[in-house]
């Protein structure tokens, strides 16, 4: 694809250094020097400078200023804006279509969402008034206030439609619909700028002019572990927490390297299965192992727990995703763009047309930490969890007093997780309750469904016997009641791995 030609160009010398800045968009109001970093805001034909920018961090993101592309009309990647909440950093990279409007492409737990500015059918009030969990009408359209947090803005690269004070925290809050759209209002300007959204797949984009290759430089990403002194290497440079390969602590990094780093020892490692670092194919997509997990859960008012582990997999195209290991058998799921419509009574979700029934309620918490993440994970963080299913789909909702967090995937047979990384030899040991077609019983098979059988036949005689019971004569009660049994035993539970959206 060629090169997009921009209706209106327009390149005037840096006050900084001297080196040309050029505006390919009649929207963009300011830009940063790619020499320089000056700050630059445009007035009519003449440029000035209003201070300087730090330099954006570098990261796996394929995408890079002067990608062009196609979504119903064609755009150039012409700035970028790198933000951080408490939650984790991402970028709004500034797109310039061809019919003259702008738009951007924003980072959504690794995927993309493509969003426009769209004018507010009524007042905005103030970022306060949104509580996480509540349904507000947009337009006709129940969305879910998903969370509402402090941004500020880290760095920015190119022209730019608007540029928020640096450094300087503003009230950003998102909300989702069950069609899997995103508002965001954004309250560094006034009135608020409000943005809506879809996810959409890079490769659906007919993107040219990407990076060559996704691989950083990791020069300068190498610190002493704060615990042991051993050398430790980020990988990704989104990571916000880490662990030492030595002692095993757990390192934050959400304050950056060069500042003092928090840590937790581990006393109790977990075996993994999948070695970190390990390469596989699942679902027809390549993913790398980053970051590992063990999480346990209990019901209320049970006071049997149980636990599974979550696999964090590595795609430059497709972001995130989880491979989860549970009692249950194997998911691989992902956060989702849009948030799913709960019933009022919580027994039920809906989702891109489907319904999902709750399978279980229950208190998840974080009891071990491997590999790089790309939110602040620690140890005992505990989050409110919602297990739903429709067959072999599932919907998970993780919630904290800050953000709610969907999440939606699928159940997959262990032999295609032995498969996929190459680990036929353990295939017994990542073997888990996968339901084999009646015509693959053996003898063995049928033995079992004979003895299941007979358990049946014994529980209706009790049943009968305790139906017939005289409570004048005989002690009615029954110690089968309040078993205390578990429908799923959290088994896809905790999939959205405490992430946020951002």
């Not at 310039?96 to 969402?113: C, I, M, P, Q």
């Not at 206030?145 to 004070?165: H, I, M, Q």
């Not at 004979?450 to 009968?464: A, P």
Request: a negative charge; hydrophobic letters at 35%.
């Amino acid at each position: 694809m060629a090169e997009p030609v921009p209706l209106r160009a327009y390149t005037a010398p840096c006050p900084g250094c001297g080196a040309p800045v050029a505006f390919r968009s009649a929207q963009s109001t300011h830009a940063v020097c790619a020499y320089c970093q000056s700050t630059v805001v445009r007035d009519g034909d003449t440029l000035s400078r209003i201070g300087k920018m730090a330099e954006v961090f570098d990261d796996y993101s394929p995408l890079q200023l002067l990608a062009s592309g196609r979504l119903e009309v064609g755009f150039t990647v012409i700035g970028r804006l790198q933000y951080k909440t408490a939650s984790g950093t991402w970028s709004d990279w500034q797109l310039a279509l061809d019919d003259g409007r702008t738009a951007s492409l924003s980072e959504d737990n690794g995927a993309f969402v493509f969003s426009s500015t769209v004018s507010a059918p009524f007042a905005i009030p103030p970022a306060a008034q949104f509580s996480v969990g509540v349904n507000i009408p947009f337009n006709g359209v129940p969305f879910t206030v998903t969370s509402g947090d402090a941004a500020v803005l880290l760095a920015a690269l190119g022209e730019l439609p608007k540029l928020p004070p640096l450094g300087q925290a503003f009230p950003l809050v998102e909300l989702r619909s069950a069609q899997g759209e995103v508002l965001s209002i954004d309250y560094s300007t006034q009135p608020p700028t409000l943005s809506l959204g879809h996810e959409v797949l890079l490769d659906d984009l007919k993107l040219v002019g990407l990076r060559d290759t996704i691989t950083k430089e990791t020069k300068g990403q190498q610190f002493n572990c704060p615990n042991c002194g051993a050398p430790v290497t980020v990988t990704l440079a989104t990571s916000k927490s880490i662990t030492c390969g030595s002692c095993k602590c757990l390192i934050d990094l959400s304050a950056g390297i060069g500042n003092q780093l928090q840590h937790a020892l581990q006393d109790e490692p977990v075996q993994m299965l999948i070695p970190l670092g390990s390469q596989g194919t699942l679902q027809g997509l390549p993913w790398q192992v980053v970051g590992f997990q063990h999480r346990m859960g209990v019901e209320a008012g049970d006071d049997e727990h149980f636990g599974w582990s979550e696999y964090l997999l590595y795609n430059p195209k497709r972001g995130f995703t989880f491979l989860v290991d549970s009692e249950e058998g194997w998911s691989v799921v992902k956060p989702t763009t849009g948030a799913p419509n709960m019933s009022s009574n919580g027994q039920s979700a809906s989702y891109l047309n489907t319904r999902y029934i709750l399978k279980s309620t229950y208190t998840a918490e974080t009891t071990y930490v491997a590999g790089e993440f790309y939110w602040p994970v620690q140890r005992g963080q505990k989050t409110s969890n919602r297990d739903f299913a429709s067959g072999k789909n599932l919907l998970s909702l993780e919630q904290t007093p800050k953000e709610l967090t969907w999440s939606s995937g699928s159940n997959i047979d262990s032999a295609w997780v032995a498969k996929a990384f190459k680990l036929e030899a353990k295939a017994d040991l990542l073997k888990r309750t996968d339901v084999a077609p009646a015509s693959d019983l053996t003898g063995r098979g049928c033995l079992t469904l004979i003895v299941i059988f007979g358990v049946i036949v014994l529980l209706l005689l009790l049943l009968n016997q305790c139906s017939s019971c005289d409570p004048n004569t005989q002690d009615c009660r029954s110690s089968s009641s309040g078993s205390g049994m578990r429908s799923s035993g959290g088994s896809f539970g905790g999939f959205s791995g405490g992430g946020g959206h951002k």
